[in-house]
């Protein structure tokens, strides 16, 4: 403990998403820390916040961001059970959360000369993140009418096997643009599709004859006749088409290590500041492996860090 207070009195940012009754046992809150610098930024990440009555309780993105915030029951067909998050689908939006409270609590120092304690929670960003909905409850809606997943009927799969959405054909010029591509102009003079209002009303066996026809040819065979006629059609991308995406690659979204990870690249945060350099992509350093450089750093002698292992307190 006195280490760490050595490093928290000459910190710029103390970050930590340690359950809260483990900080009050070992007195590591941010009252318990704030006066040992005052220019200090303290960083808390909790599960559901740092008041109520489950202040304490501990949690994963999975529960916390995805379940208990609505997400996990909104995302599913009709009738269909709820489905599990993908790992860090919570945990890697509430990070830049806080980095962004960081920073807006260093342009605050950087004006005052105070520091600041800033804070995020996993439910939080999932109430953020689900928030076209969840609002809804706030102005008495009716949830038995919001939709289920809306692409059930927006996805269509083609010949070999891949998806194309189409979520914006929503103008006369764009449906008319649509039945061109698919060589359906006669779909015209069906008094079903005539109009916007009898395409909705005649949805669902609209959207079947459009799944028939995707079904006859290729995803590319799609997508290039639908782009010469400018429909506004999407290819479901697939994991593995992600190393050689173009525009993946042309705005850096994977970057090559600075240093041999295993991997030609490494996928990189969204943050970007121009004229600011990158540090780069990394080994993550192993537990303990820069522990005597720190202590160096603090001033302690070589024989000093050698007792410090032999008792275990680093």
Known sequence: MAILHRLVRDCDVYVTNQPLPMRRDLGLTWEDLQ??????????????????????????????????????????????????????MGDHPTGVALYASIVTALLKRERTGLGAKVHTSLLANGLWSASCFAQAAWADADSSKIPGQRLTTALYQT??????????????????????????????????????????????????????????????????VMRDNGVPVALVAEFQDLPVDPQVLANDMAVVPVEDVGMARVIRDPVNVDGVARV???????????????????????????????????
């Open 35 to 88: 006066s040992l610098n005052e220019r200090m930024i303290y960083a808390s990440l909790t599960a559901y916040g740092e008041e109520g009555p489950e202040r304490d309780r501990e949690s994963f993105d999975l529960v916390a961001y995805w379940s208990r915030s609505g997400l996990m029951n909104q995302m599913r067909h009709k009738g269909m059970h709820p489905v599990q998050a993908m790992a860090g």
């Open 280 to 314: 780069g992509v990394r080994k993550a350093p192993a537990l303990g492996e820069h522990t005597g450089e720190i202590l160096s750093e603090l001033g302690f002698a070589s024989a000093d860090i050698d007792r410090l292992r032999s008792a275990g307190i680093v």
């Open 159 to 224: 010949r070999d096997g891949r998806w194309l959405q189409f979520s914006m054909v929503r103008t006369e010029a764009d449906f008319d643009s649509l039945l061109v591509s698919l060589d359906r102009l006669d779909w015209l003079a069906d008094e079903r599709f005539a109009t916007p209002e009898s395409r909705l009303e005649h949805a669902e066996f609209f959207t079947d004859l459009l799944r028939g026809v995707i079904a006859e040819r290729d995803a590319q065979e799609w997508l290039a």
